[in-house]
């Protein structure tokens, strides 16, 4: 059991420092909005390779998870591209009655905003 958590931790590790390092090279850290589906279906098909056990319901529970990041990957990239995160989204319109002065400045954008919305 402790093997299996520690090999899922060194994927996700990997994956992680993967990421970061295209991220750097892009500019964008909003790439790795695109990999919170496909990491956990990795890390439930480590669980599922090495749990010694094949029964129906571990195979319905992998099979569950693999729906669920697909599903949600689907409807991210549907709503936002393949890389748009909530970083890159636009200001939203100011408040009915707010008066706006002129500057230079773009409107500040919260950098990790809710997917829904």
Same mark, same amino acid.
């Given at each position: 059991m402790?093997?299996?958590f520690?090999?899922i931790?060194?994927?996700?590790?990997?994956?992680?420092?993967a990421l970061?390092?295209v991220?750097?090279?892009?500019?964008?850290?909003?790439?790795?909005?695109v990999?919170? @589906? $496909? %990491?956990?279906?990795v &890390?439930?098909?480590? #669980?599922f !390779?090495?749990?010694?056990?094949? =029964?129906?319901?571990?195979?319905?529970?992998?099979?569950?998870?693999?729906?669920?990041?697909?599903?949600?990957q689907?409807?991210r990239?549907?709503?936002?591209?393949?890389?748009? @995160? $909530? %970083?890159s989204?636009? &200001?939203p319109?100011? #408040?009915? !009655?707010v008066?706006?002065t002129? =500057?230079?400045?773009?409107?500040?954008?919260a950098e990790?905003?809710?997917?829904?919305?």
């Amino acid at each position: 059991m402790l093997q299996t958590f520690l090999l899922i931790w060194a994927a996700c590790l990997a994956g992680g420092v993967a990421l970061w390092v295209v991220s750097r090279k892009l500019s964008d850290v909003s790439i790795v909005d695109v990999a919170w @589906g $496909p %990491a956990f279906l990795v &890390a439930a098909g480590i #669980a599922f !390779g090495r749990g010694g056990q094949s =029964s129906f319901w571990h195979f319905l529970l992998l099979a569950m998870v693999a729906v669920w990041a697909l599903v949600f990957q689907y409807q991210r990239t549907r709503r936002y591209g393949p890389s748009h @995160g $909530p %970083a890159s989204r636009a &200001a939203p319109a100011p #408040a009915e !009655g707010v008066v706006q002065t002129e =500057s230079s400045e773009e409107p500040e954008v919260a950098e990790h905003a809710p997917l829904s919305g």
